[in-house]
């Protein structure tokens, strides 16, 4: 299974690229597959490519929900 998280663009670098945060870990993607990308916008990230430009709000649902998947996957294993 793939899976593609949501990213805080942070800055753009070279043509096309940029930094992005993926839940605390920095990490250079392309963007060649999306348009008018700015720092703060949040895209969805696979295999070093930014998919789509995601709504800020559906953006911090999603990673809120991984989150809390997280924590109850850990608080299971006690």
Do not use: W
């Amino acid at each position: 299974m793939c899976l593609a998280i949501p990213a805080c663009v942070e800055q753009l670098t070279a043509e096309n690229h940029a930094i992005v945060n993926l839940g605390g870990i920095r990490k250079e993607v392309s963007l060649a597959l999306v348009e008018d990308i700015a720092p703060g916008d949040y895209v969805i990230v696979h295999v070093g490519f930014a998919l789509q430009k995601l709504d800020p709000l559906e953006a911090e649902h999603t990673l809120a929900m991984f989150a809390e998947m997280s924590t109850s996957s850990n608080d299971d294993s006690h």
